[in-house]
C-alpha cells in the first residue's frame, strides 16, 4: 500500500488534477474488469472534482460505473443539502450513467420513510447484494472530503460512528456540522476500497492533515482512520500542507 501527498497551488488545480487521474484510474479498471466502482462524497471539493469530470472525463464508460455514496445527509428528496442531488446537477445528469448503478441512500421522505435506523439498514442491504462473497464492495476508488476536525463522511470525532467495527453502514443523528441526521459508511468499508483519496483545502483543515500523517487515534481524528488497500492520496492546497513537518 503506497501513500503519497499532492500539494498544489489551488483548489482548482487541486480538483482538476484528481479528476483527471480518476478517469484514468476507473477507465483502467474497466479496461481489467469491464466494470469500476466508485464512491462520492459530499462538500465543496467532493462536488468540485465532479463538475471537473462534467467538463472532461477521458474515456470512462459511464455506463458501467457503480456509483456509490460514503454518507448523505437524511433529508426530503428535494432538499438542496442532498448529496446525491449535488452529484446529479454537478455530473450524473450530464453522463451517460447506468441508472442500475446508481446507489443513491435512501432520502428521508423515500422508501424507509423517516425510520433513519432502516434507511441505514436498507444501504447496508444494498452493499451487500453487491458485494460478491463479502459484505460491502471492495470500490476502486473512495473520494473523501475532510473536516478541520477530522471528520470523514460523516465519522466525526469521538462518535459511535467512527468507533464501529462491525456494522457497514450507520445512522448519524447528531452530526455536529449541519444538518444533524446523516446516514454514513464505517471505517471497515472505506478501508475496503483500493484506493482512498482526500481532497482538502484551506488553512482550518492543516492540524487534521497532519495528524492523520502522523498516525493520530482515529477516534481523536477519524481521517487517521481511512486507507486504501493498495493506495492512499492526499490531494492538498498549500495551506491544508502547512502543518506537515516538510511543509
Ligand atoms: O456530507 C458531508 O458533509 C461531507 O461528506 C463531508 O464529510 C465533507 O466532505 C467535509 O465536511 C469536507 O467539506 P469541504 O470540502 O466543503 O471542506
Given amino acids: 500500500m503506497t501513500t503519497e501527498t499532492l500539494v ?23 479496461r481489467a474488469r469491464g466494470v469500476a466502482s466508485v464512491v462520492l462524497t459530499g462538500g465543496s471539493n467532493g462536488i468540485a472534482i465532479l463538475a471537473s469530470l462534467a467538463a472532461d472525463s477521458g474515456d470512462i464508460d459511464w455506463s458501467t460505473v457503480d456509483i456509490y455514496w460514503g454518507d448523505d445527509r437524511f433529508v426530503p428528496t428535494d432538499d438542496p443539502e442532498r448529496n446525491y442531488g449535488q452529484a446529479r446537477n454537478a455530473l450524473l445528469d450530464h453522463v451517460p450513467v447506468d441508472p442500475a448503478r446508481v446507489h443513491p441512500m435512501a432520502p428521508s421522505d423515500g422508501e424507509f420513510g423517516d425510520d433513519i435506523d432502516a434507511a441505514a439498514a436498507g444501504y447496508a442491504a444494498t452493499l451487500l447484494a453487491n458485494a460478491g462473497a463479502d459484505v460491502s464492495p471492495h470500490f476502486d476508488l473512495h473520494l473523501l472530503g475532510m473536516g478541520g476536525e477530522g471528520h470523514i463522511n460523516s465519522l466525526f470525532p469521538h462518535t459511535a460512528a467512527t468507533a464501529e467495527a462491525q456494522k457497514t453502514v450507520v445512522a448519524v443523528e447528531d452530526s455536529p456540522k449541519p444538518p444533524p441526521r446523516r446516514i454514513t459508511l464505517t471505517l471497515p468499508v472505506v478501508n475496503r476500497s483500493k484506493a482512498v483519496w482526500f481532497l482538502v483545502a484551506g ?11 502522523a498516525g493520530a487515534d482515529p477516534a481523536d481524528w477519524p481521517c487517521a482512520g481511512a486507507h486504501g488497500t493498495e493506495e492512499t492520496v492526499w490531494f492538498l492546497d498549500h495551506a491544508a500542507a502547512s502543518a506537515l513537518p516538510d511543509a
Fill in 8 to 30: 498544489f497551488d489551488d483548489k482548482q488545480t487541486l480538483v482538476d488534477t484528481a479528476a483527471r487521474r480518476f478517469a484514468d484510474l476507473i477507465g483502467a479498471a474497466q
Fill in 203 to 213: 488553512e482550518d483543515k492543516a492540524q487534521a492533515v497532519a495528524a492523520a500523517h
